[in-house]
């Protein structure tokens, strides 16, 4: 098995190390690219989009503070593409790949069952799944560690009740600090966006893989697989669009996906954090962590259980 092992991390490293330099670059310079635009001037931007407030995770509220913009990356498409990039081409070789290029007979042909072959491609995956998550996490607490933030020191003022007005006591400009971005975010607050991109890349891993363990062709696995993907991202924006269609949201897995609604029930609802449902205001219900990341890795594990199935019972066609 360490052979198996061996051939299939030299054969994932090209991918892996393209995915892991584009997830730890992007991560660096999407929160670079937050420092250049303070807390209040965000406040001003985005309350000119309160409409849109419901296609949002988390309430604008915690949006507008450096910790709820920075858990914002965590669910930027260019992460959703290294990660299913990297999950979608490693679980479409554990079979259909390797039928595919003819490759598959000659290694059956050792003294090797179909089980280490098969949760060997599976060790290889989900490792590398978990490592680029680290990446993005790590991205995140270099750009942090390393940028400052503007805070803005307005001169007193007294408001006046009832009226939107505001009457400066002082004729001083305001006085502008810089301060490390890490006194305003706690690194650690973002590990539930790193476990919960581990467990969805677990999730489209085990789809991947099981539409491979059934088909021959690699190319129509990666295209079942993408496919499925985009069909699922279709399901969410429908639920969330229109009230009527939010029973869709059980039929997606983008939904328990959530990593900016994780890190704000840590932040701001610990006690909740690590129940499977989140119980908020006017009584609406989500999922939190337990929730998000038993559906995602439960499903996920399950697909990669069927794959086994499937691969160790099927008859393999005879390479063209």
Same mark, same amino acid.
């Given at each position: ?41 965000? /406040? ?78 599976? @060790? ?13 996490? @790590? ?18 003022? *007294? ?51 099981? *539409? ?7 190319? /129509?696995?990666?295209? *079942? ?61 989500? @999922? ?13 594990? @399950? ?18």
């Amino acid at each position: 098995m360490k052979a198996l092992i061996y051939r299939y991390t030299l054969q994932a490293r090209t991918v892996f190390l393209t995915c892991g330099l584009a997830m730890f670059g992007f991560m660096v310079l999407r929160v670079w690219s937050i420092t250049l635009l303070g807390s209040e001037e965000f /406040r001003e931007i985005i309350k000119h989009f309160k409409d849109f407030e419901k296609f949002s995770p988390v309430p604008f509220s915690s949006l507008i503070t450096y910790t709820g913009r920075v858990a914002r990356t965590f669910n930027e498409p260019i992460v959703l593409f290294v990660i299913l990039t990297w999950t979608i081409s490693r679980g479409t070789d554990t079979v259909a790949g390797q039928i595919n290029r003819g490759t598959m007979e000659m290694l059956l042909g050792n003294p090797v069952s179909r089980v280490r072959l098969y949760w060997s491609q599976f @060790l290889v995956t989900t490792v590398g799944t978990f490592l680029l998550a680290t990446l993005a996490w @790590l991205g995140m607490v270099v750009s942090v560690h390393s940028n400052t933030v503007e805070e803005v020191i307005k001169p007193p003022s *007294i408001s006046i009740p009832y009226m939107p007005l505001e009457i400066p006591l002082s004729t001083a400009e305001p006085t502008i600090l810089h301060k490390p971005m890490s006194d305003y975010v706690n690194v650690w607050h973002f590990i539930p966006a790193l476990t919960v991109i581990f467990a969805m890349g677990i999730f489209v891993g085990g789809f991947a893989t099981m *539409i491979s363990s059934i088909d021959r062709y690699r190319w /129509r696995a990666v295209g *079942i697989s993408v496919g499925f993907v985009i069909f699922q991202q279709t399901l969410r924006i429908l639920a969330i669009s229109k009230p009527e269609y939010n029973y869709l949201l059980n039929f997606t897995f983008f939904n328990p996906f959530d990593p900016e609604g994780l890190v704000n029930v840590l932040t701001e609802d610990p006690e909740q954090f690590w129940q499977f449902w989140q119980y908020g205001l006017e009584g609406s219900l989500r @999922l939190s962590a337990l929730g998000c990341h038993s559906i995602l890795m439960g499903f996920g594990i @399950l697909c990669y259980l069927i794959g086994s199935l499937v691969f160790c019972k099927r008859d393999l066609p005879a390479p063209i």
